[in-house]
């Protein structure tokens, strides 16, 4: 089963950043590759709430259902995942004083057969893993145009793990 990890430093609060990956009409906004949304349900408690994705990838259109496994606020989102992609995809947050860490983490099989795995290895994987940190990128972009710039203290500052992954001469020897 193909696994892609991601994770990025979002100078904004845990609450910020976890209310707008926490509402299903807010997806499209941040996650490359999600054209549509539809069918969802919003429930306070979140377990079980679902939505119907389609996610767009080389020209295929994949409905995908997506059920909330678990959830607990500003702490992390449990996702199965069943239809064009089948697998499970998890978000976590770890609030740094007014930054916040989040990870993303899916593991995934694509349907058909033999011709769909040799598609998402030649393909797939990558744009997944592309998509996963231009949607970082995307959200982190998003939280920060909310927030005001500030002075980073040096002591707060985390390494943001998609940057330093592109330029290895970063990361602190």
Known sequence: MPTVE???????????V???????????EYMPGVTQIYDYDYTPQRVGDQAMFVYSVLGLH?????VIREWERNRWMIMDMDGGLKGILTFSFVAYGG???VS????YTMKGG????????????????RNAEGALRNLKH????????VA????AVVPDEVELRRHPAALPR
């Open 152 to 155: 980073v203290p040096a002591f």
């Open 114 to 129: 033999i011709l769909g795995k040799a598609v998402n290895t030649l393909v797939v994987e990558w744009i997944n893993r």
């Open 142 to 149: 998003i939280c920060e145009a909310a927030n005001a710039p």
């Open 104 to 107: 993303w983490h899916i593991d």
């Open 18 to 28: 976890f209310a707008v990956m926490d509402d299903p009409q807010r997806v499209k």
């Open 99 to 101: 930054f916040t860490r």
């Open 62 to 66: 994949l409905p995908t259902k997506v």
């Open 6 to 16: 991601a994770s990025i430093v979002i100078n904004a609060s845990v609450d910020e």
